[in-house]
């Protein structure tokens, strides 16, 4: 019943943009219990919001461990480390998830910044054009990502 009563109230805090508060939340759980899925869940949210990209992609690495069917997951562990800098790792990070990634728009996006940034045009091209084939709100984002400054969008 504790753990439900924490979980709640770090989730409660990550609603209201309070991630310091979520995290201290969690960090009163038994260490077995802060390794478990959901509380991983939050942690990573709340370490995302606080733009804590490295300890957030060694959460979003521990998720994807226990849920590699969770293509979520490695989209956000991907997102982390590119956020960290290390644009290769998060490249690869991607490319290991599940195959239902491949039907996922924001997967081609994604995979495209991290090829362009990686000096990979061609390849950062094609996904960006399965992108918006897929989901043509890809373009306007396209047009403003800092990460794919100079790609030609037509």
């Keep these: 019943m504790v753990v439900t009563k924490t979980l709640r109230a770090a989730a ?3 609603e209201l943009g309070l991630a310091d508060e979520a995290l201290y939340e969690l960090q009163a759980l038994p260490a077995e219990v ?3 899925r959901a509380p991983l869940e939050l942690k990573l949210a709340a370490q995302m919001e606080r733009e804590q990209w490295n300890a957030a992609s060694e ?3 521990l998720l994807c461990l226990k849920a590699e069917d969770e293509p979520e997951f ?4 991907a997102y982390c480390l590119h956020e960290t800098g290390d644009t290769l790792a998060a490249c690869n990070q991607l490319l290991r998830g599940p195959k239902t990634l491949f039907e996922m728009a924001v997967f081609h996006y ?3 910044c991290y090829l362009w940034t990686l000096g990979e045009g061609p390849r950062a091209r ?3 054009q399965q992108a918006i084939k897929m989901d043509e709100s890809f373009l306007e984002s396209a047009r403003g990502d800092r990460d794919l400054v100079g790609i030609d969008l037509t």
Excluded: D, I
């Design 12 to 14: 409660g805090w990550l």
């Design 34 to 36: 802060q390794r478990l």
């Design 59 to 61: 959460t979003a690495r």
């Design 74 to 77: 490695f989209l956000r562990a």
């Design 110 to 112: 994604n995979l495209a």
């Design 126 to 128: 094609s996904h960006l």
